[in-house]
C-alpha cells in the first residue's frame, strides 16, 4: 500500500520561495500521475497541477504557472513543489496526492500525503 | 473552468438519519464527477468516482448519483464517524475543481 510523506511545516517570508517535498513508499512511483493541491485555512480544495514522473510532463493552473515548478526525483520516489513569489495569499496546507485511474477515463485522487502547512508571514 | 457547486454548505443531523447533499456542476460533465470526505486535521479520503461508483472499503450506507451538471451523495443512517466535510470534484478536464464542500455535524 503506498504511503506519501511530506516534509515539515514551512514559515516564510513574502517574496521568499518553498520548495515542499513528497516521498512515495511503495507502489509504482515512477508510472503514477501526482497531483498538488492546497487548502487555505477554513476553506475548500485547491488544485495546482500535477506531474507525471516517468514522462517528465508537468501541468499548472494558469494561477500558478508563473510562480510554480513541479518535479520528481524518480530515484528516490519523491516529487516536489516549488512555489515562488509567495504573498500572505500563500498560507495553506500543501498536499501531494496520488492519482487512481478507472476503466472508462475517470480518474481520482486516492492516496494523500499529510499536509505541509506553510505560513508566509 | 468548470465551476462546482455545493449545496448545502452545512448541515446539521443526528446519528441514524439520512442525509443529502448536492453539487451541481456548471457545464455537463457526464459522470466525471468524485466525492471526498475529510475529517479535521486530515487529508481528504476519496469516497466514490464516476457519480457512483464505491471505491473498495467505503460503507454501502454511502450513495452517489446524477449525471451531466447534477449529481447527489446520500448518506443513509448517518454514523458517528460520518461527521465531516464532503467535497465533489470533477475529472471531465482540467484544471480539477472542487465544490466548496458541505460540514456535516451532530446536531
Known amino acids: 500500500q503506498v504511503q506519501l510523506v511530506q516534509s515539515g511545516a514551512e514559515v516564510q517570508k513574502p517574496g521568499s520561495s518553498v520548495k515542499v517535498s513528497c516521498k512515495a513508499a511503495g507502489g509504482t512511483f515512477s508510472t503514477d500521475t501526482f497531483s498538488w493541491l492546497r487548502q487555505a485555512p477554513g476553506q475548500g480544495l485547491e488544485w495546482m497541477g500535477r506531474?507525471?514522473?516517468?514522462?517528465?510532463?508537468?501541468r499548472y493552473t494558469q494561477k500558478f504557472q508563473d510562480r510554480v515548478t513541479f518535479t520528481a526525483d524518480t530515484s528516490t520516489s519523491t516529487a516536489y513543489m516549488e512555489l515562488r513569489s509567495l504573498r500572505s495569499e500563500d498560507t495553506a496546507l500543501y498536499y501531494c496526492?496520488?492519482?487512481?485511474?478507472?476503466?472508462?477515463?475517470?480518474?481520482?485522487?486516492?492516496?494523500w500525503g499529510q499536509g505541509t502547512m506553510v505560513i508566509v508571514s | 473552468d468548470i465551476q462546482m457547486t455545493q449545496s448545502p454548505s452545512s448541515l446539521s443531523a443526528s446519528v441514524g438519519d439520512e442525509v443529502t447533499i448536492t453539487c451541481r456542476a456548471s457545464q455537463n460533465i457526464s459522470t466525471y464527477l468524485n466525492w471526498y470526505q475529510q475529517k479535521p486535521g486530515k487529508a481528504p479520503q476519496f469516497l466514490i468516482y464516476a457519480a457512483s461508483s464505491l471505491r473498495g472499503g467505503v460503507p454501502s450506507r454511502f450513495t452517489g448519483s446524477g449525471s451531466g451538471t447534477d449529481f447527489t451523495l446520500t448518506i443513509s443512517g448517518l454514523q458517528p464517524e460520518d461527521f465531516a466535510t464532503f467535497f465533489c470534484q470533477q475529472c471531465y478536464t482540467t484544471p480539477l475543481t472542487f465544490g466548496g464542500g458541505t460540514r456535516v455535524e451532530i446536531k
Open positions: 506531474i507525471i514522473p516517468h514522462l517528465g510532463l508537468t
Open positions: 496526492a496520488r492519482h487512481q485511474t478507472f476503466q472508462g477515463g475517470a480518474a481520482g485522487m486516492d492516496v
